[in-house]
């Protein structure tokens, strides 16, 4: 997926910043010491004019690029951030 064809958001949309600067976009389910990112996109192009939270709040924009990357899980100690999507 490249641009935005994000859906429409759902209670566990969120973005998940992961140390080494990846920042994903997708379905957050957690386990005891996992964060699995499900339907996940890294998100190369922020294409915003107001942030990262311009898309949890609106979605993606039209000059945002999303590289679809399927299932992420990461330890949790790797998540720095998770900001929940409400567009």
Same mark, same amino acid.
């Given at each position: ?26 379905? +957050?389910?957690?386990?005891?010491? &996992?964060?699995?990112?499900? /339907?996940?996109? $890294? *998100?190369?192009?922020?294409?915003? @004019? ?14 945002? +690029?999303?590289?679809?990357?399927? &299932?992420?899980?990461?330890? /949790?100690?790797? $998540? *720095?951030?998770?900001?929940?999507? @409400?567009?």
């Amino acid at each position: 997926m490249s641009k935005s064809n994000a859906k429409k958001s759902t209670p566990n949309t969120k973005i998940v910043v992961i140390t080494s600067g990846w920042v994903v976009l997708g379905e +957050v389910v957690k386990s005891d010491t &996992v964060t699995r990112i499900e /339907d996940a996109s $890294v *998100i190369r192009v922020w294409g915003t @004019t107001a942030g990262i939270g311009e898309i949890a709040i609106k979605g993606p924009t039209p000059a945002t +690029v999303l590289d679809y990357a399927g &299932v992420v899980e990461v330890k /949790d100690h790797a $998540v *720095i951030m998770a900001i929940d999507c @409400t567009y």
